[in-house]
C-alpha cells in the first residue's frame, strides 16, 4: 500500500492516473527522469526509483517505467528493472536513459558506478542483461544516455566521477561501443559568464534546427548572478554543430532544485519542447524536509528555444 495524498492505498501495476500539475508522479518517489518519444508517438519515461525509507545516500536498487500520449493520462507500468537481475552489481541504480531500435528496446543504467546495457521486446521491460557484464570499460562511469541522430547512427553519453563527460559511438547492435570513447570535458563547458559552474554528471543531447544541445547538471562554486548559492546545482547547457563536439558553454537553463541534485531530459512533442527534472517538493509535503533529497519526484515544463536559439529558463512550477 502507499500513501497518496494523506490516504492508503494498494496499488497494482500498470497503474493510471491523471495530473497536469508537478510532479507527476505521486504514489511512489521517481527521480532522474529520462523520457523519450517512441515512434507510436507515445512518451516514455524512465526513472530512478528513491525508496520511502531513504535517509542516506542514493542507493536505489530497482527502476520503473511510465508512459503518456498527452502529458495528462500517465501509466506507472512497475519496476522494468531491478538490481536481482543484474549479476555484476548490488545497488546504486542511478540515472537511466533508454532507446527504441529495430523493434527492441534498450535501456542503459549506471548500477555501483558501471554501466550496463539491457533489452527488451516491450518499452516497459523486464529488461534483461545483454552483455552480463558492464558495456563501457570504465569505472566510476555514471549517467548514461542515448542519442540517435538523423542518420541513425548511436551515441552514448556518460559521466565519470562527477566531473568528465565523455561520448562514444555504438554499433548497430546497441550493445557494443564503437571505436575510441572521447572526453569530451575540454570543451570548457566551466563558465564564468553566470557564475561558476562546472560540469558535474547527467549529460542529455538533443537536436534543435541542426544544433545539437547538451544541458547538464552543473555545480556552482561561486556566487552567481542568478540568485544561486554556492554548492547548488544548476542545469547548464552547451551547444556544437556536431554530436561528437566540441561543445561550447551558452548559459542555464534551469536553476536548483531543492534537493541538492537535479536531473534532466527533453522531448519533441509535435512543435513543442518539453523539460523534465526532478525536485522535493512532495517529500516537503510527505512531510519528509530532513531527507528530501533522497526522495525526488519527477516533473515537466515547456522548454522554449528563443529566436537567436538560446534556451528560456524553465520555470519549476510547484507541486
Ligand atoms: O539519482 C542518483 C544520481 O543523482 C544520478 O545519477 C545523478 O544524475 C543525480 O541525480
Not at 544541458?215 to 542568478?226: E, F, I, S
Request: with cysteine; glycine share 6%.
Amino acid at each position: 500500500a502507499v500513501k497518496i495524498q494523506g490516504q492508503e492505498k494498494e496499488i497494482s501495476y500498470p497503474y493510471t492516473w491523471t495530473t497536469e500539475t508537478n510532479p507527476i508522479v505521486k504514489h511512489i518517489y521517481a527521480c532522474d527522469p529520462s523520457a523519450k518519444v517512441f515512434k507510436d508517438g507515445t512518451i516514455w519515461v524512465f526513472a530512478s526509483h528513491d525508496a520511502d525509507t531513504a535517509t542516506g545516500y542514493w542507493s536505489m536498487k530497482d527502476y520503473h517505467t511510465f508512459s503518456t500520449k498527452d502529458l495528462k493520462t500517465w501509466t506507472d507500468h512497475g519496476v522494468a528493472l531491478s538490481v536481482d537481475d543484474i549479476s555484476w552489481a548490488t545497488s546504486h541504480l542511478w540515472a537511466p536513459d533508454a532507446c527504441e531500435r529495430n523493434g527492441k528496446y534498450y535501456m542503459y543504467v549506471p548500477a555501483n558506478h558501471k554501466i550496463g546495457v539491457f533489452v527488451s521486446d516491450k518499452p516497459e521491460g523486464p529488461y534483461k542483461d545483454a552483455l552480463g557484464k558492464p558495456l563501457v570499460p570504465i569505472d566510476n562511469a555514471i549517467d548514461p544516455m542515448v542519442f540517435i541522430d538523423d542518420d541513425n547512427q548511436a551515441y552514448l553519453y556518460f559521466s565519470r566521477k562527477g566531473e568528465d563527460c565523455f561520448v562514444v559511438k555504438l554499433k548497430e547492435n546497441m550493445t557494443e561501443i564503437d571505436g575510441v570513447i572521447h572526453e569530451l570535458t575540454n570543451w570548457s563547458i566551466r563558465s564564468t559568464i553566470d557564475g561558476d559552474y562546472n560540469f558535474v554528471e547527467g549529460p542529455f543531447v538533443h537536436k534543435y534546427k541542426n544544433t545539437y544541445y547538451m544541458t547538464y547538471p552543473a555545480k556552482l562554486y561561486k556566487q552567481g548572478a542568478k540568485g544561486n548559492k554556492e554548492g547548488d546545482e544548476v542545469i547548464c547547457y552547451a551547444t556544437s554543430n556536431s554530436p561528437m563536439g566540441p561543445f561550447e558553454y551558452k548559459g542555464i537553463v534551469a536553476n536548483e532544485s531543492g534537493v541538492h541534485t537535479i536531473h534532466q531530459s527533453v522531448i519533441k512533442l509535435k512543435n513543442d519542447y518539453y523539460f523534465f527534472y526532478h525536485n522535493g517538493a512532495l517529500a516537503e509535503k510527505n512531510g519528509h524536509s530532513e531527507y528530501n533529497k533522497f526522495r525526488r519526484s519527477m516533473c515537466v515544463n515547456k522548454l522554449i528555444h528563443n529566436k537567436d536559439g538560446s534556451l528560456k529558463l524553465v520555470e519549476q512550477k510547484e507541486a
